[in-house]
């Protein structure tokens, strides 16, 4: 549509939601939330907690945040063609 490409570009190590638009693998079994303060020898109920805050934050984004992205890009490009920005 606008046949922009896309560069990344981040002066940290980036975060999960940008690890899912680039392919990058980021099991949650032993890479801690970016917000935690879990260590990287987590036990078993660290991991369960670090799980379930990630599918927590990717719920969040899909049915909260992207939505309301995509309607900012509509109103401000004035158009309904535009395809989501969601990567599912």
């Given amino acids: 549509m606008l ?3 896309v560069i990344k570009m981040c002066s940290f190590g ?3 939601w940008m690890d899912e638009w680039v392919g ?3 099991p949650y079994a032993y ?3 970016i917000f935690s303060d879990y ?3 987590m036990n078993f109920w660290q991991r369960t907690l670090n799980t379930l805050s990630e599918i927590y934050m990717k719920l969040g984004r899909i049915f ?3 939505p309301q992205h995509d309607a900012i890009l509509r109103k401000y490009f004035n158009s309904n063609n535009i395809p989501t ?3 599912l």
């Fill in 3 to 5: 046949d922009i490409p």
């Fill in 14 to 16: 980036g975060t999960k």
């Fill in 24 to 26: 990058n693998p980021s």
């Fill in 31 to 33: 890479l801690p939330h």
């Fill in 39 to 41: 260590g990287y020898r």
């Fill in 64 to 66: 909260y945040v992207i």
């Fill in 85 to 87: 920005i969601s990567i």
